[in-house]
């Protein structure tokens, strides 16, 4: 799939996909805290992201530079990764996504969410 980088294909049982932005919508960060505090606490495996390159206008949204223990410069630029959590029961399952609201091309962004989402026959969608 374009623009899409993955590290894994998870097994998923009919799962629902939880969806949180950071920018304008994501008022005092509420919503991708709460998707994030869920990744760590499940715990979620990250098995995909997506490139900012297409989607992001870098005046805009800027990447945060960081001076790393070694002295070098760490650039992280904008996220949008995809979770999978496997239920203890196995009878439905999460697949999570915390990205960042995208500049540009949000049809063709829009399209990447919605075919992980059929790749992974998601039946239920909810966007924080």
């Not at 979620?44 to 992001?56: L, N, R």
């Not at 996504?97 to 790749?119: C, H, M, Q, Y």
């Amino acid at each position: 799939m374009e623009y899409v980088e993955f590290t894994g294909s998870p097994n998923l049982q009919s799962p629902i996909m939880l969806i949180a932005f950071a920018g304008w919508p994501d008022a005092a960060e509420g919503a991708t805290e709460a998707l994030k505090y869920l990744t760590r606490k499940l715990p979620a495996h990250k098995f995909a992201s997506i490139d900012p390159e297409e989607f992001y206008v870098f005046t805009e949204n800027r990447p945060v530079t960081r001076v790393n223990f070694r002295g070098e410069r760490d650039i992280t630029w904008p996220v949008n990764d995809f979770y999978a959590y496997r239920s203890a029961d196995h009878k439905q399952d999460l697949l999570i996504f915390v990205g960042t609201e995208p500049n540009l091309k949000w049809r063709t962004f829009s399209r990447i969410l919605a075919d992980i989402a059929d790749d992974y026959d998601v039946n239920k969608v909810i966007m924080l």
